[in-house]
């Protein structure tokens, strides 16, 4: 069976990412519930604002079926604002900000500057030379020890995987490139068993 | 722009990609700081900061210009997510004041008194990205080819009235939908009607879609219009007066948003249109002349 990606749809990039999912020719729904959520395997997180998205993911409940979920292994992928709604510190966000905790990383919000300070340049990653936009970007200050690297901008890291979450700080779904997204649908993600 | 490390900011990906990260969301205006912060903890995606809400411009008359940037200064550092601001159509100089400012996206704004009756900015010169007002796919086009990133409905301001804003949806899509059904040498006469560039026509009948997102604005005064909005094919909201002026602004923002992200599902609707008091009293379009209609500006 085939798996079906999920791409969590409160608020943001999700459409973007919809098309660079559906583009590998992989089933793809928009997630907003958690009845919803119950029929994806895997989840990407969009870039958007992590403010509003944190704000949303508790008024639908989503929150903690998202939480229970990553916990048993499904696979989550999370740009910009979805790096942030995952990782376990969140720096200069708003106090009552949550995250998920699910990679061991410490996120400084909005640290690339504003929009005027927002950029594309050339990352090297193992899958080759990607092309990376960065929109009002978060930085990774800190890694933990479990954290795998794969992708940085000078020194710093802006790619990185620990077991089922990969996470990156910038937005592989407006450069019109899926390399990143078939790496988390065929490496990643395997159907459940149901 | 290119720097010496390879990196270049301000291009037309980057910033469409802003655009790109708003969908979704509810963009709310705040003239002060306080109403800023209200407005980021009810969940808004951004605010647009300026010194009276359209409402109030409407009822003062006169000139309406772009705010003084100490009070977008203070929305800026009230809150953590973008911020925008207005500036009259034509007036460079003020969109040149904003960008050096460092708010995040422009609103080249018929709410704001016309600067040049005859042209619009030259938004391929900033490093901002801009949005403009449209009620038709013509002149939504025009504004593409002179740089906006998103466009937006113009609807009709600081009316509380959704009439004009769904008309103007309608038009924009309804001619996308015809678009994409044409054939090519139907392209050429398209364009000519439309007044637009043959090479956008024709982007949009090869792509199915608007070259960049299409935001719904004017009127919006509660989270059924915000819906109606998003079901006709707006792909976040802007709302204007309609939560400062309302009886109870912090839980009408707040439902707005709910609105926005559950717009078809008429439970959550319901659930989250109870109990929010008086919304804005709003206008109907019969009550107001010709010289007072925003919609008519831009050329």
Known sequence: MNPVVGVLALQGAFAAHAECVASLGVSVREVRTPEQLEHVDALVMPGGESSTMSQLLLSSGLFDAIAERIASGMPAFGTCAGMILLASEVLDGRPDQRSFGAIDISVRRNAFGRQIDSFETAIDTPFGEFHGVFIRAPRIERTGAAVEVIGRLGDEPVLVRQGNVLAASFHPELAGDARLHEYFVTTMTTARKV | MTSTNGSSVGTQRVKRGLAEMLKGGVIMDVVNAEQAKIAEDAGACA?????????????????????????????????????????????????????????????????????????????????????????????????????????????????????????????????????????????????????????????????????????????????????????????????????????????????????????????????????????????????????????????
């Not at chain 2, 006469?189 to 560039?197: I, M």
């Open chain 2, 47 to 299: 605010v647009m900061a300026l010194e009276r809400v359209p409402a109030d411009i409407r009822r003062d008359g006169g000139v309406a210009r772009m705010s003084d940037p100490e009070m977008i200064e203070g929305i800026k550092a009230a809150v953590t997510i973008p911020v925008m601001a207005k500036v009259r159509i034509g007036h460079f100089v003020e969109a040149q004041i904003l960008e050096a400012l460092g708010v995040d996206f422009i609103d080249e704004s018929e709410v704001l008194t016309p600067a040049d009756e005859t042209h619009h900015i030259d938004k391929f010169g900033f490093t901002v990205p801009f949005v403009c007002g449209a009620t038709n796919l013509g002149e939504a086009l025009r504004r593409v080819s002179e740089g906006a990133c998103m466009i937006r409905s113009k609807g009709e301001a600081g009316t509380g009235n959704i009439v004009e804003a769904v008309r103007h949806l309608r038009n924009i899509f309804g001619d996308i939908r015809k678009i994409t059904q044409a054939d090519n040498a139907e392209l050429f006469q398209w364009a000519k009607t439309l007044q637009a560039p043959l090479g956008l026509v024709q982007e949009i009948a090869e792509t199915g879609k608007f070259p960049v997102p299409i935001f719904c604005a004017g009127g919006i005064a509660t989270p059924a219009d915000a819906a109606l909005a998003m079901q006709l094919g707006g792909e976040a909201v802007f709302v204007g007066s309609g939560i400062f002026k309302s009886d109870d602004p912090a839980p009408r923002a707040k439902a707005i948003v709910e609105a926005t992200t559950h717009f078809r599902d008429a439970q959550v609707l319901a659930r989250v249109s109870r109990g929010l008091g008086a919304p804005m009293t709003g206008i109907a379009m019969d009550e107001i002349n010709g010289t007072q209609r925003f919609a008519e500006r831009g050329w």
